[in-house]
C-alpha cells in the first residue's frame, strides 16, 4: 500500500501568496534595519552600560571605588578648605575667659567647676567678599565648623583682640580668633590628646530663588591632634 506523504507548508500555496509574504517579511526586516541606524550611538552606548550594570549588581556589584583618606595637619600647619586658611596655634583649658582688651568673653559657673576650653586658630578669608565666621546649620562650613571630638555642640567664636562675638571675617585679612566650650570638670585635663576637625565644603552660586554664594556639601577636610596645655589664673 502506498502512501501519499504530507504536503510541506509550502506546497499547494498560490505563487502569488507565497511571493507576498515574503516582499512583508523583507519589508519589516528593512525597516528594523533602518530603525536601528537611526538611534544614536550614545543611546545604543547607554543601554548596553545599562545592562552592565544590572548584570554586575546580580553578580555583587561594582568594586567600591578607593576614596582618599581625610588630610592630617598639625598645630601651627595651614589646611585650606571652603575658601578659608585656617591655622590651629593651640589647645588650652582656662578658668576664664578675656580677650586682649580686657573684655571678659565666657563666665563658667564656678560652683560646678566649670572651665573653658579654647581653640586659638588664626584665619584668612580667601574668597573675594566678607563672609560670617559662624552659620546656623549644625554642619558649619566656616569657623563653627570646627570641631572636638567627644563634643556635640558647636563652639562659640570671638575675635581674641576686641571679644567680638561671631564676627565678619574680611577678604584677605588675617584675625585671630578664639573658639570655646564650657566643659565639665572631669571631662577634659592637662595633658589630654584631643583630635581637632577642620570643615571643608564646596562654593555654590545660586541662580534662581536663592541667589548669592553657599558653601554646601559640608564634610571634614582635616584632622588635627592637639594636646590641652593648662592656662591657670594668675
Known sequence: MTTTPPESPAQGQD????????SARAKVLGWARRSIDLIPTSWLITGAGAVLLATTAVFGGLEAAAVDPTPVVEVGETFAGSDLEMTVLGVELRDELSAESGRTLVFPDEEKSERILVVTVDVVNTFDKPRPSTANPPQSPVLDGIRIEGLDQKGDVFRADDGERAPRLQPDVPARMLLTWT???DDFHDGDEITVTL????????????????WVDVRVGATLTATIDEVPLP
Request: hydrophobic share 35%.
Open 15 to 22: 505563487p502569488a501568496v507565497t511571493a507576498a509574504n515574503a
Open 183 to 185: 566643659v565639665g570638670p
Open 199 to 214: 570643615p571643608e565644603s564646596d562654593h555654590y552660586v545660586g541662580q534662581s530663588v536663592m541667589r548669592g554664594d553657599y
